[in-house]
């Protein structure tokens, strides 16, 4: 019985972590959007692809996301 517990515990603790890490990972996303907003992003500053570049920089993706505008 005292394993279950444990797992239990452990199994609680990871989802609360996990429910942490996605909130500040969207605080993250929001705050690097902002700032290339109040920037003056648009098209001077290269638009899209200098969003997506300043998002991934702050949030630490290792890969760049691109997608396609029509």
């Keep these: 019985m005292q394993l279950e517990e444990k797992r239990q515990a452990i199994e609680h603790h990871k989802k ?17 959007f902002l700032h290339i907003v109040k920037k003056g992003g648009g098209r001077k500053s290269g638009g899209l692809r200098s969003l997506l570049s300043t998002v ?15």
């Design 16 to 32: 609360k972590m996990e429910v942490l890490s996605a909130r500040q990972r969207q605080m993250l996303g929001k705050a690097a």
């Design 56 to 70: 991934n920089r702050v949030l630490g993706l290792s890969s760049l996301v691109w997608i396609r505008v029509e």
